[in-house]
C-alpha cells in the first residue's frame, strides 16, 4: 500500500482501493494508521546503520558553510522524508561526515540527517531551510532549540533585607562553560562589609 499521507480519511480510502475485497476490524484500521503515520521509524536495518554511524560524534561542527549547531530550521525545497518532521521546526545539532549532510534534532525529538547544499550552485539539494521558528515548550523547562541567555550578576550588594534571601541562590552565577565567576571569599567579604552596613 503507498501512502504518504497522514490524513486518516486518505489513508482508510488507499486501504479500501488497495484491498476491495477485504474487511478490515476498527483494531485493524486503528493499528494501519499508527503504522503510515510512523512510517519513517521503520527503516530498513542497513539503512538504520548508515544514519547511526552518519550522526557519530553528534554536536560538532565540521564545515564553517554549513549552519552553525544551534540554527533553527524546517523543510527544504527537496524535502523527501514524509513526517519526519511533524511539519514543524528543528534545530541543528550537528554537521554530518557526510559532506554538505547535516544532523537535525527536530522539536518532537527526533535526529535525522538531512542534505544542505553549500556550492552555491542550482545543483545543491536542500532538505531543510534556515528558519526563525523559535522553539516552542511543551511541559519542559529547557529544550534542543531554546535561546538562553546568559544572566549577569551584580558585583556590589544592594542594601535591602532580600539580600538575605539572594546569596545562597543568586550569587553563585556561573559564567559560559560553568567557571565560578565569584570566589566564595569574595562573597563572604561582600556579605559581612554588607552587614555591616547594615547595623
Not at 152 to 160: A, F, Y
Amino acid at each position: 500500500m503507498e501512502n504518504d499521507s497522514n490524513n486518516k480519511e486518505e489513508i482508510l480510502m488507499s486501504l479500501v482501493c488497495t484491498f476491495p475485497d477485504r474487511v478490515f476490524t476498527e483494531m485493524d484500521q486503528n493499528d494501519i494508521i499508527e503504522i503510515c503515520s510512523r512510517k519513517s521509524s521503520y527503516r530498513p536495518p542497513d539503512e538504520k546503520d548508515k544514519i547511526e554511524k552518519d550522526m557519530d560524534p553528534l554536536f560538532q561542527e565540521r564545515n564553517p558553510q554549513m549552519p552553525p549547531l544551534g540554527s533553527r530550521v524546517k523543510r527544504g525545497r527537496d524535502w523527501r522524508y514524509e513526517n519526519q518532521d511533524d511539519y514543524g521546526p528543528g534545530t541543528v545539532i550537528g554537521h554530518s561526515k557526510r559532506d554538505e549532510w547535516l544532523i537535525v534534532e527536530w522539536d518532537t525529538g527526533l535526529r535525522w540527517p538531512y542534505r544542505f547544499g553549500t556550492t552555491g550552485t542550482p545543483s545543491d539539494k536542500y532538505d531543510v531551510e534556515l528558519c526563525c521558528d523559535p522553539r516552542v515548550l511543551v511541559n519542559e523547562l529547557i529544550a534542543t532549540g531554546c535561546l538562553v541567555t546568559r544572566e549577569t550578576i551584580p558585583t556590589v550588594l544592594p542594601r535591602s533585607s532580600a539580600i538575605k534571601r539572594a546569596i545562597p541562590v543568586g550569587f553563585f552565577g556561573k559564567t559560559g562553560f560553568g567557571e565560578i565567576k565569584m570566589k566564595v571569599k569574595e562573597i563572604l567579604a561582600q556579605f559581612l562589609q554588607w552587614k555591616a552596613l547594615e547595623q
